[in-house]
Structures are given as structure tokens and as C-alpha cells.
């Protein structure tokens, strides 16, 4: 009994300390993009940015499309950290009847600096399109990614991109 406390203590801040290592191996939701479709018949450039609001888990971002003019778009949601397996969620509303979900984790256990993201999001304007993005990115440094991102819509049309992200 009187060994509770000692192991309560040590238990308490091993905790922490996995906590702790966790938040500075974590994602960055503020940066900004400039990204690449590298498909021959849409390919193109476009620029995006996301940010937190503030310290709240309220997420904002937005992509314009400097190609086509009509795909730009601004996304509001909220971000649920750590939901399991230290992945990310993220529920999202967007210009253009669309919502979605957007999920991330760092593979550092992998490779230091990998992490992979997962998109569903649907549109339920005049037609409805369906739209799964896979993505594997590799951060440089605390400032700098790369990604590849695939985009797979309605399962008959896919989209390869290349980004490159500045974390601020």
C-alpha cells in the first residue's frame, strides 16, 4: 500500500512525458501550399492554405485554383486530436455543398517526418461527386513538406498532385 503513491507519481509522469513527446512530433494545421495536378488533361497550379483559430481545434482552410477559376473553394470544421491511434480528425464543411472528413497521422515511427492523410468528402450539389484523397507527405525540418496525393472521385477518375507546404 504505502507503494501506491511512488508508482501513481511515476506512472503520472511517464504519461506526461508521452504526451508531451507526442505534441512536438505533431501535425501542422497552419501552413500554406502551392500544389501541382500533375494529370495531362487537368493538369495545373493551384495554392491552399489552413490554419487553427486561435488555440481552439476550430479549422478553417481554403484552395484557389489558378488554372479554373470555378473550383476554388473555403472550408470550415473542427479538429478532433488524437481520436485513435494518434490519428487526427477533422469534420469539414465547404463552399459547393460539400462536407467531409479528413484524416491524418504522423508515421514517425516509420520514417521521422512521414505522415499520411486521408480525405472522404462528398458534394450534394446539382451532381453528386464523391471524392477519396490518399496522401503520403514527408516534413522537412519543422517548416517545409512535400506531399504526393492521389485523388480517386467516384472511383473511375483519378488526379496525382505534388505540394509543397510551408508550416507557420
Known amino acids: 500500500m504505502k507503494h501506491i503513491l ?31 495536378n500533375t494529370d495531362s488533361a487537368e493538369n495545373g497550379y493551384s495554392v491552399s492554405a489552413e490554419a487553427l483559430i486561435g488555440s481552439s481545434n476550430v479549422w478553417v482552410g481554403g484552395s484557389a485554383d489558378l488554372d479554373n477559376a470555378g473550383a476554388d473553394s473555403v472550408s470550415v470544421g473542427y479538429l478532433f486530436k488524437n481520436v485513435a491511434a494518434g490519428i487526427d480528425a477533422t469534420v469539414a464543411v465547404s463552399s459547393n455543398d460539400t462536407y467531409g472528413v479528413i484524416l491524418r497521422r504522423s508515421l514517425n515511427e516509420v520514417v521521422a517526418g512521414l505522415e499520411a492523410r486521408f480525405v ?37 477518375d483519378n488526379e496525382t498532385s505534388v505540394s509543397v507546404r510551408y508550416n507557420f
Request: glycine share 10%.
Open 120 to 156: 472522404y468528402s462528398q458534394s450534394t450539389g446539382g451532381n453528386s461527386v464523391d471524392t477519396l484523397v490518399y496522401e503520403l507527405a514527408y516534413n522537412i525540418g519543422a517548416k517545409y513538406q512535400v506531399a504526393v496525393s492521389i485523388a480517386d472521385q467516384d472511383g473511375s
Open 6 to 36: 511512488p508508482i501513481l507519481t511515476l506512472t503520472t509522469l511517464a504519461a506526461a512525458a508521452s504526451a508531451q513527446s507526442a505534441g512536438a512530433a505533431g501535425l501542422s494545421y497552419n501552413r500554406v501550399g502551392v500544389n501541382y
